[in-house]
């Protein structure tokens, strides 16, 4: 109950900043503006399966498992 | 009461890049299990997405194809969803600012007979962006496995408006959009390695409602004849419901094609919040004036304007040009061998009837052809000049499908070459035969033109069938004209 | 200057390596010394290989044999943050989620290091995925500030500024967020810089909030964290928010920019919440400045009021969405209890995350939910338009602007359960990473009871070089890094 109080307590904090007058401003996703940052499409190695697995739980034929899914 | 239907696609394509859309491992069908991972395709912790250029051209490409507006400056979102498949638990995708709006995708429905041209239709589109596919998961009885081959492979999804209204539209318009993207060289779009899928938006109404009806998806129509028969089934059964009193539920069905039903997967009363937001570790992307015509000039044209092209350039019939245009490689050579010999018709049938007929028994691709633009257009040249006779033609065809190189050399190695050169013995074939044949020559004189074969069937004897036809008929009329 | 080798500089123990009165091996085995005999009142380090530390300094002193050293860096023992990929390391996110995970990839701050011949030494505890502000939500334990054990480093990156202020390295990367480096560096009185977003590539550092996170050195001088910062700094083809820039030589360039410079004051950082003595300690910086000749300028920042809830709107949000990737499936934590795929996601995560990153988690998927967006994740991004415009206003008229680093000194361990308390510890560092400028936290002083207090300067946007040296310019003129902590 402490931490679901302390979520309404954040979340009340946020509405500060319907005082701040917003119009025609433009949104920042990013700190500076870049644009059309890319590569050519050249392959390069990735991962050998051994490596891509290592840290996976639960595996067979060199796939992960996970519990059955039905769509 | 009549009903119309209403039908919206969704198609996903892959696009044909060497390596995957946000990073440089490379892309491929039927690989072993998770031999096509990086630490970004997996998702590991602080691995970073970058854009493969290739797959911007790509969209560029077939928004240009398809009329579309090319946004001019359009970014990446995150759409956030949990599932196995998906590595990082969301698809990087593009939202609200999609690469490209509208155009249209331009279709022929089946005419009255196979050498009689259907009606065509434009249907709008309502845009096409670009995303990354997911992995791929096997189930198993107990469990699924996720092998992440697939996971980051470059796919557009296209969109249409809810513009159609019978399966035959929805048939023609993905046979259409595989053309294009073939022909753009864009992706592959084979149904078999899921590199062309497709779902339908499907909804009927009274024929004169304009609003819209409940909708129903219909998943993995996974070949172009189970989406016009998955679409003609729900069809049916959406009319069949509420004529029986029923109420169409908006929901997701699948389709087995196989046994030709559908069974409803979910219901999508509890519709999904995504919560896009734009994916800060990407920057967006700008495509200016000059950018777009370099990709313009790449444009292949397209196959429904090659054959408007070829009526008029060539005066090929549509049974000639809708065997032609739908293959680019075909179609470009066609018109090489049509240019060398400076006769498109023979050129168009021989390719058409003969061979393909051979390429399709020898279980050939045209690239393996034997049969060049070069050697056909000389063999048509000696058809046409009386070189060779028909039979006779088709023969070299055969040997040089077999085995490459000149008609002419080929020819005179078969001792198939017509020799009228020797114009005196000709001559002396056709009077002897006119002297032969009283009866025949007393018929022709009282007016029986067709008497002329009997002469001509003697003399053909006579040179074992190795003399231009035609000529026989002008030495024959000649000498019967004085005689 | 201590002559203890684990309190030398960097600039210092290059010259000994060079001069080959000291072998890396020397340096190394020194430093796993006195982290053997602190570690276990510190706890700055998650893990470290001692075994393969002196295999990179054996390596290293072989290089310098060879005459094929690879410059101040060779030899130099760095601890990384434990949000940092190494090939073959433990990458814990000090989080159950990662308590196993060992990492198949460098990032490539990492393959920066090991191409100056670093010696790559100890994963330094922090808070759980970096969110944090005194390293106390690490599923490890808390960290012990090396001037006072009971009190807290600062955070998220508390265990790189932790160690290298106890001597268990030379010089440490962290990352900073809303004020992960420069904080505890103010707290442990180190030098703390977060560079310009885009000048470091985040390439194989954890994500956390993808937009604000930079990594950057802690070091004991201005001089070694330029000599760090130019190891690391530079445009990277696998990270897309990197910047094509030039990268000067940082520490060469320390020598010829002399100033005076135009500061500014930003009146906003001097308001109340701001503890007398810190006040006390930078105005007598500011002092020294205008000393020296710089002109001192009273600058506003408007909208630094509204700094902190933008900063937990856009923070949040792209953390819940970074941290979607940990699912017990690949890898990470795997809940034994799962019924079926999605009780897996539920129980693995709720197992896997300590409370203040299911808190973030549950603010951001809250202000990125349909029907809030606009009113929370959209206005905050305006706003942070606005924040950006005030910094670079600003700029207009000075050439840095100079603050306090963190309102209060170092607390006690356990003193703050509040979370929007322990939000206000950011209050003078976030506006920074919202606008995406370089920062840098020098000591500037202690308090009564020995707690060291740092001072900020903020720069222009990849003006590293000019931020370094007035840094520097302060730090010639003092002695504070000299001080070490009784341990």
Known sequence: MEYAKQLVQVLGHFERLKAVDVSGIEPSSHAFD??????DDVVRPGLTVADALRNALSQRDHMVVVPKVVE | MNYEAVIGLEVHVQVKTRSKIFTRVATGYGHEPNTLTDPVVLALPGALPVMNKAALDAIIKAGLLLGCEIAPVCKWDRKQYFYPDSPKNYQISQYDQPMCLGGTVEIELPGSARNIMGEHKKIPLTRIHLEEDVGKLNHGATDSLVDYNRAGTPLMEIVSDPAMHTAEEA?????????TMIYGGISDCDMEKGQLRCDANISIRPVGETRLGTKVELKNLNSISFVRDGIAHEIERQIALVERGGTIVQETRDY?????????????????DYRYFPDPDLMPVKVDAAWKSRIQAECPELPFVKQRRFFEQYQLPYSLTSVLVWDRELADFFEEAAKLSGKPQPVGNWIANDLLRELGTAGLGLAESKVRPANLAALVRMVESGAVLGHAAKEIFVAMFATGGDPAAIAEQLGLKSAPTDAGELEQWCRDSIAANARALAEFKAGKDSAINAFKGSVMKAAKGKVNPKLVDETLRRLLAAS | MSSDLHFCTITDLSAQLAAKELSATDLMSAVIARTRAVEPRVHAFNSCDEANALTQAAASDARRDDGQSLGPLDGIPIALKDVIAVTGQPLTASSKMLEDFVSPYDATVTTKLKNAGAVLWGRANCDEFAMGSSTENSAFGPTGNPWDVTRVPGGSSGGSAAALAAGEAIAALGSDTGGSIRQPAALCGVVGLKPTYGLVSRYGLIAYASSLDQIGPFARTVEDAAIVLGAIAGHDERDSTSFKTDIPNYRAELATRRGPWKLGIPKEYFAEGLDPEIGAAVEKAIAFYKSQGCEIREVSLPHTQYCLDTYYIIATAEASSNLARYDGIRYGHRSKNAKDVVDLYFQSRAEGFGAEVKRRLILGTYVLSSGYYDAYYLRAQKVRTLIRRDFLNAYREVDALITPTSPI??????????????????????????????????????????????????????????LLAIAHAYERAHEWSA???NL
């Open chain 1, 34 to 39: 870049v644009t059309n940052v890319w590569a």
């Open chain 2, 171 to 179: 048939y023609a318009y993905l046979t259409s959009i595989r053309a």
């Open chain 2, 256 to 272: 087995d094609g196989m046994a030709g039903t559908s069974q409803s997967l979910r219901s999508k009363e509890e519709a999904h």
């Open chain 3, 409 to 466: 000194p170092a607390f006690k361990i356990g003193e703050k359960s509040d979370p929007l308390a322990m939000y206000l510890c950011d209050i003078y560092t976030i506006g920074v990473n919202l606008a995406g400028l370089p920062a840098i936290s020098v000591p500037c002083g202690f308090t009564k009871s020995n707690l060291p207090i740092g001072v900020q300067l903020i720069g222009q946007p990849f003006q590293e070089a000019n």
């Open chain 3, 483 to 485: 001080k070490t902590p």
